[in-house]
Antibody, heavy 119, light 106 residues
């Protein structure tokens, strides 16, 4: 069974840092691109970042570029999102999702982890 | 970036009725790299359609998609109670990937 399990979401102060994890199982993790998508509670979806299957290419939304870093460890079947200089507007549920290729839809999503940025 | 605008915002239907959801792009979507997702309350999104008109695995055939370039449509024939959800379109042809604001079917 395909599973993506996010973790690491907590309450953090503005300006702080946080690392989210996404643990994968049930499929060949090293063969898939993986993405982060976020959703402010009660609002729409916003794509955040993606990383190629071998980690050699990353892309970010302008809203997080220079503050967030996506990475992966294929030996541990895990993807990460390092979030620095957090702002109130980064408060959201963060989902990880997998895609087969560069231009592929997000075929499977995790259940999300809530990040709250507040003083 | 490509802006996706969905309409209507909310659609209220009775079981058995037809739902027509629209997604318009500010620029042409490359190779019809357009997907639709369903998000039920309290759940993560799930993939419904990709490539504008291909159903994802396990999606019933009452869901269909069509369109190209800047105009795309998701149709649900014979809506069922379990179809109550928010539906999002997404383009994955041009970076940054973008989503529409969602259409709620109730």
């Amino acid at each position: 069974e395909v599973q993506l399990v996010e973790s690491g979401g907590v309450l953090v102060q503005p300006g702080g840092s946080l690392r989210l994890s996404c643990a994968a199982s049930g499929f060949m993790f090293s063969s898939y691109w993986v993405h982060w998508v976020r959703q402010v509670p009660g609002k729409g979806l916003e794509w955040v970042a993606r990383i190629k299957n071998d980690g050699s290419s990353t892309t970010y939304a302008d809203s997080v570029k220079g503050r967030f870093t996506i990475s992966r460890d294929n030996a541990k079947n895990t993807m990460y999102l390092q979030m620095n200089s957090l702002r109130d507007e980064d408060t959201a549920v963060y989902y990880c999702a997998k895609a087969q290729y560069d231009h592929s839809p997000l075929a499977y999503w995790g259940q999300g982890t809530l990040v709250t940025v507040s003083s | 970036e490509i802006v996706l605008t969905q309409s209507p915002g909310t659609l209220s239907l009775s079981p058995g009725e037809r739902a027509t959801l629209s997604c318009r792009a500010s620029q042409s979507v490359i190779s019809s790299y357009l997907a639709w997702y369903q998000q039920r309350p309290g759940q993560a999104p799930t993939l419904l359609m990709y490539g504008a008109s291909s159903r994802a695995t396990g999606i019933p055939d009452r869901f269909s998609g069509s369109g190209s370039a800047t105009d795309f449509t998701l149709i649900i024939t014979r809506v069922e109670a379990e179809d109550s959800a928010v539906y999002y379109c997404q383009q994955y042809g041009s970076s940054p990937w973008t989503f529409g604001q969602g259409s709620k079917v109730e």
